[in-house]
């Protein structure tokens, strides 16, 4: 019983990351109909700026205060990597079919990978091991065992929900960004910025990656440059399990996921991980292509 | 609605795409004059093994240099290409290709990893070019054919000793084995274990498996926390291996993880940090061995590489290099079948890693050393004999 709790302690950290990556997925496809595969390399770029805010800026490590502000820095340099990608790869193509923006999407995605493995102008390719941010220790409950990281990344996930859930349906740029996905075009007519709501969008969506960046290199201190893909597509299939463009279906998704994987390994199928993991994505596309809690759509032919 | 389900067909579809896709390998060989004997190596040099590849190519590196510094071989001097696999699947093949088709090289050095060497074997094989593993243990390596040797031991004697180690040194009955299905290394140690710790009556109370390149590890140690054993196995690499055990503490596991050569990287403390403390592993050589062929090696790859210690990985690429140069020595020429025939005749040939001897399927037999994990160091623990 108590391995059964520990596996579900397990699944839960693990699905809590998937859903913050899911989180940047869905708001960006909730309001532009397009899915960013740039956000996992977003992510990737958001843990090693919390490696070199350790590492080379010196920031004090074991931390909370360094910890959170080289948190605060990979948000902030990711939400402006975000803006500058939407700027420079897809504003460029607003209007145009979504399958043109989604090939660009790789494109940036690419770029950014093999940009990162450069040694001179990147992070070079070889791994490197993440520092501790935060003050490390383990708690007992009985015989089951919680580390202080997974309770952060619980604790991240749950604060950067909240907020998000707040600024999109309590806030005048919320309201407007709720306008841009209903309707661009009517959206701009009642004098809504559009192009500031996107960039607004993109560097919302970023600065989620980055920190979804950072909790994961926490858990799992060895980073490298193609060390998004995996976790992104993933997060994707969490998005498209609770739902695209819904907010809590992200988080739900991403938890389920992560449960069904950890489970998935728990009963002896460790080598049909990622199998299972993508199973449920065409699963998901064939049952029920809405999601979890997202509501079907209906659009005018 | 239908519309929705086509964009997220295409977005997955994408999805594979991008998974799928690679990048361009990166060269970095040099062509050069006729009168030289051109040999190559493939390595690592970068990506999740660069530790490995790194050592192992600074180790064959500083061999030529010297060889090259003492007139070279044959009156020629070495022409020494390398080329990087980026720790890769499927990239060994291609580069090894090049160096033999594109750069006539007379004979392939290389790898570390039993995967990648694997991978190059029947491409060496079939081109009747000799190709040298300083250090993939896994015995299939060198089965491939008899153009494939190795300078060093393998699995099945590994494995033998571990069993032993785990029995005698750290008085464990039962243990948990976690290996790596995508690397023929970690199965292998993990089989051959498992036979001599069967048979010396042990028990194997948990075996987990995972995949090259996983993160977490928590699901596989909370079942092997579960079977309550003496101590784990983990046969794998390092990058692995160092997330392993630090998961494995996380998780309130206190017994001994003990694994192979595949832990042989100062990136394992790196990644494992103090979680690592009495660990133990099995490796090839010692930097603090007293021999003077062991000594005057660590201090010429020191001075050449900022006070860097070599590991074994740097010790058998040197091993590996003079091997070749000593054969093509006796063989009087590059003609490769001339060559394979003075490689297999190579008969306790002093190395920095002991006597090297290559028996009938051209692997060296040699002694392993056990090193433990202390105050972040690697530290001398023994050394078993065949």
Known sequence: ?301 | MKSLKRNLFFTALAAVALALAGCKPSSESKTGAADTIKVGEFASLTGKEAAFGQSSHKGTLLAVEEINAAGGVLGKKIEFIYEDNRSTPGESATVVKKLITRDHVVAVLGEVASGRSLEAAPICQANKIPQISPSSTNPKVTETGDYIFRVCFIDPFQGTVMAKFAKSRLNAKNVAVLSDVAAPYSLGLAQYFKETFLADGGTVVSEQKFSSGDKDFKAQLTAIKAANPDAIFVPCYYTEAGLIVRQARQLGITVPLFGGDGWEAPELIQIGGEALEGCYYSTHYSPEDKSPAVQEFVSKFKAKNNGEIPDAMAALGYDSAMVLADAIKRAGTTDSVKLRDAIAATKDYAGVTGKTSLDANRNATKPAVILAIKDGKFKYVETISP
Request: glycine share 12%; net charge positive; aromatic share 10%.
């Open chain 1, 1 to 301: 019983m108590s391995e059964f709790l520990q596996q579900l302690i397990n699944g839960l950290s693990l699905g809590a990351i998937y859903a913050l990556i899911a989180l940047g997925y869905t708001m960006v496809y909730g309001v532009l109909r397009f899915i960013n595969f740039a956000h996992s390399d977003v992510f990737m770029v958001g843990a090693f700026v919390g490696y070199y805010a350790i590492e080379k800026w010196h920031l004090p490590a074991n931390s909370i205060g360094g910890g959170l502000l080289a948190l605060a820095m990979a948000m902030a340099i990711c939400a402006a990597l975000g803006v500058l990608i939407e700027r420079f790869a897809y504003r460029p193509l607003r209007g145009r079919s979504t399958l043109s923006v989604l090939i660009t999407a790789i494109g940036v995605s690419l770029l950014l990978q093999n940009v990162a493995q450069n040694r001179q102008i990147g992070f070079g390719p070889n791994p490197k091991a993440f520092p501790n941010l935060f003050p490390y220790s383990n708690f007992h409950l009985g015989a089951l065992t919680v580390s202080s990281n997974q309770v952060i990344v619980l604790i991240v996930t749950l604060v950067l929900l909240a907020a998000l859930y707040f600024i999109v349906n309590h806030t005048r740029t919320g309201t407007a960004m709720r306008a841009l996905s209903f309707n661009p075009t009517a959206a701009s007519l009642v004098g809504i910025n559009n192009d500031f709501i996107i960039s607004f969008t993109f560097a919302l969506g970023s600065s989620l990656a980055a920190a979804g960046g950072i909790l994961y290199a926490l858990n799992y201190p060895s980073i490298d440059p193609l060390m998004g893909t995996l976790p992104g597509l993933k997060a994707f299939v969490a998005a498209v399990l609770g739902g695209i463009g819904n907010l809590p279906g992200a988080a739900v998704g991403g938890v389920v996921l992560g449960l069904v994987e950890t489970l998935v390994v728990a009963c002896g199928g460790s080598t049909y991980r990622d199998a299972v993991a993508f199973g449920v994505l065409i699963l998901i596309l064939l049952v029920r292509p809405s999601g979890l809690l997202g509501k079907a759509e209906r659009e005018k032919v």
